[in-house]
């Protein structure tokens, strides 16, 4: 008979650590309320310098190992100088880190080796929204697609629970596809 | 008398081109249907690696100047390594882009000179969402506060009108405030 080998998941997630902060924060739950942040100066044009660094969780100020910077802008074809990615690509950039963090958090708890995983995602927009020419179109995206093709030691359904469940986990599709409070205030300075 | 002077307004912003744009797509609105686009490759743990190139528009597809990169990850205080902003640090860093862009657009339309335009992202989040403690507690943010300092040639109110009008034609803002269908699909590879 031969001997079942012992395999070791390692997808570089600390799951005991994320189920430890999971116990703690059920026991304070104060501790869980996080706030998210980022700042952004105007360049020129439709150009935009944000900047990530600080949030605020467990209890205190947290700040990440550095500073994080983004550009955005709108591409030529708008007349513009497309000295970054556009907002809207952006948005897709979160959901597709979203979703796959927790595409690789839900297979290491699950005991499934991961290879690869990699997103295509695609938003339709009907630009007749953002230039005020019918007010019926929406501003923002029709739609989006998301095709994750997930390399695993793991079948196609175990593939699809896995990925199902993150996306039931997202911060990211839920600001998507459900609707959010947004407040905009304007100082003069 | 003293003679006017001759002010020109200039926020880098060709909006004439944007008017031109908007009457040729109003000829042909099926060059106003855009399909925006990224793709991402998992690279460990919850850091994630996403790409920015092409996007399809005009009724053809189009290719930014670059190829735009963007990390994103988890922090330290997750057990993770903190290689980028987490994706919903993206998200705020995709609102502030298109928020700002428009401020720029619509300030230049409106013939006033902007001189400073900064913001201030806050989301809050409460982690017993995505931690699933919680059922009830969403996985996204509880709300979203924007604050715009605008220094400008412009009264307290001709600001609150333009960052109004701004968000009134926001990509990003829509899709944050507003529920968008997302599909996931998973395949093994």
Known sequence: MQQ???VVVDNGVNVEAILGARDALTETPAAAQFKWRATSEWVDGTHTRASVENFYGLGEEQKHRQ???????HPELFASE???ATPVEVVLVGLAGCLTAGIATVAQNRGIQLRSVRATLEAGMDLQGILGIDGDVR???DGVRVVFD???DASQADIEALV????????VFDIISSPTDVQVEARKS
Chains 1, 2 share one sequence.
């Open 4 to 6: 079942a080998e012992q």
């Open 67 to 73: 500073v994080f910077g983004f550009d955005t802008d």
């Open 82 to 84: 497309d000295n970054g």
């Open 139 to 141: 501003n923002g995206f």
């Open 150 to 152: 997930v390399d695993a």
């Open 164 to 171: 199902a469940q993150s996306q039931k986990r997202s911060a």
